[in-house]
Each structure stands twice: as structure tokens, then as C-alpha cells.
């Protein structure tokens, strides 16, 4: 399957001609109109510095239905335990950085460059990015951000200074999907992590046709500290 190049037109290929691996596109750019254009079809950017951008819509996608979330016993009692404050898009910048800057610091590599950030630091400023920070005292000891569309919520990244306080940043989305009735919440590529989470695959097929039904719904923005947690 080839894989197709982008102009300056806001258009993209089909999602389902993407290549086995998920490859779908190469080129364009990270302007608003073109992201949200992406992900209102399933289709997102991943790529590492000096490459072009690549567009990808992998199948099977990996999802987290909120209702099907893991709260270990140990996160249960974490959450209870109201050692963590929470907030919701106070610090965006600053969470979109700390998930690029940890990965570095662990010798790894990051798409998290800095045309990425200010892509999304863009879309956050027009609300349809956000993030969950997750605080110690008054250090920023984890979070995680993503783009909302409709009752759908797609997850870009996460990270913790402080052990668990992604997974309790990640239990507050769920929390807050739960709450606004959002169909799923998007983990994009499969791994062994977010599957002990309660993330699940499913056909590329499945998941446009979830993604369709989401789009046709509003979405509620997260706001302000969500602490009375029900797991």
C-alpha cells in the first residue's frame, strides 16, 4: 500500500488505505484546521525529530471505555487519600513539555518536538486541547493531555514525577468521561501498560464508526478540581 503525500490542500486520504503498520500520509503541516481535520477522521501525527510529519490511523486502534477502566486496589487507595490536588488545563504548556522533557531525560525518544508544541498549545487555545495536572504540594508531579471532540477523547500523553500520578491523572479523566457520558477515550497505539488499565483493541472499522457517533454529540470540557472520585 502506498503512502501518500500531502499538499497545502486540507485534505487526507481515506483512514482505511492506511498501510498495515498504520501508516497513512506524509507531509503538511500542524496547523489547527489540519489537526482537527485529522482527528474528526481517526488520523493522527507521530513522528521523530528530522523526519517529515507522518499521519497514522493504525488498526487495530487501542481504546479505554471509560466504564472499563482498572482501579487497582493500590490506585483506589491513592485517589482516597487526597494526596495529590487536581486541576484541569491550568498548566497545558507545561504538562505538553514535562511529557517531552521526562522522555528525554530517560535517553528515549519524543515526537513532542517543538512545532508539536506549539500545534497543540494553538489548539488549546481555541479549547479543543486540554490537560489534567496532577499536583504535589505545589510542584506539578504528573498529568496528561490530549484533543476533545465530541464524547470522544483522544490521548496524546502522560507522564509522572511522582509515582502513580499519571494513572491518577488518567483515573480523573475517566471520571470526568463517565460523568458527561463520553463513548471512549483514544490510546491511539496498543501497549502492555494501558491494557493493565483496561484499554482495549478493536478494528480500525469499529472504531470510525464509534468515532462518527462521537462527533455527532458536544463536547463538556473538563473544569475545575474533580476530587470525589467513585471507582
Same mark, same amino acid.
Given at each position: ?22 501508516? +497513512? ?8 484546521? &489540519? !489537526?482537527?481535520?485529522?482527528? $474528526?477522521? %481517526?488520523? /493522527? ?18 481504546? +479505554? ?8 486496589? &493500590? !490506585?483506589?487507595?491513592?485517589? $482516597?487519600? %487526597?494526596? /495529590? ?8 504548556e507545561?504538562?505538553?513539555?514535562e511529557?517531552?522533557?521526562?522522555? +528525554?531525560e ?31 504540594e ?5 498529568? +496528561? ?10 490521548g ?76
Amino acid at each position: 500500500m502506498p503512502v501518500f503525500q500531502l499538499s497545502d490542500s486540507l485534505v487526507f486520504p481515506p483512514p482505511e488505505l492506511a498501510r498495515a503498520d498504520g501508516l +497513512l500520509a506524509v507531509g503538511g503541516d500542524l496547523s489547527p484546521e &489540519r !489537526l482537527l481535520l485529522a482527528y $474528526r477522521q %481517526g488520523i /493522527f501525527p507521530w513522528y521523530s525529530p528530522g523526519e517529515p510529519i507522518l499521519w497514522w490511523a493504525p488498526d487495530p486502534r487501542c481504546v +479505554l471505555f471509560p466504564n472499563e477502566f482498572h482501579c487497582s486496589r &493500590r !490506585l483506589r487507595r491513592t485517589l $482516597r487519600s %487526597g494526596r /495529590f490536588r487536581i486541576t484541569c488545563d491550568l498548566a497545558f504548556e507545561r504538562v505538553i513539555c514535562e511529557c517531552a522533557r521526562i522522555r +528525554l531525560e530517560r535517553g528515549e525518544g519524543t515526537w513532542i518536538d517543538e512545532a508539536m508544541i506549539d500545534a497543540y498549545c494553538r489548539l488549546h487555545g481555541l479549547g479543543h486541547a486540554h490537560s489534567i495536572e496532577c499536583w504535589l504540594e505545589d510542584k506539578l508531579a504528573g498529568g +496528561l493531555y490530549g484533543v476533545a471532540l465530541g464524547a470522544m477523547f483522544f490521548g496524546e500523553s502522560m507522564f509522572s514525577r511522582v509515582r502513580d500520578a499519571s494513572k491518577v491523572a488518567l483515573a480523573h479523566l475517566v471520571q470526568i468521561g463517565r460523568r458527561h457520558a463520553w463513548l471512549a477515550i483514544d490510546c491511539q497505539v496498543s501497549s502492555a501498560h494501558l491494557h493493565r488499565l483496561g484499554a482495549r483493541d478493536i478494528p480500525a472499522g469499529e472504531f470510525r464508526r464509534l468515532l462518527a457517533h462521537a462527533l455527532s454529540r458536544p463536547f463538556r470540557p473538563p473544569v475545575g478540581p474533580w476530587r470525589q472520585l467513585s471507582f
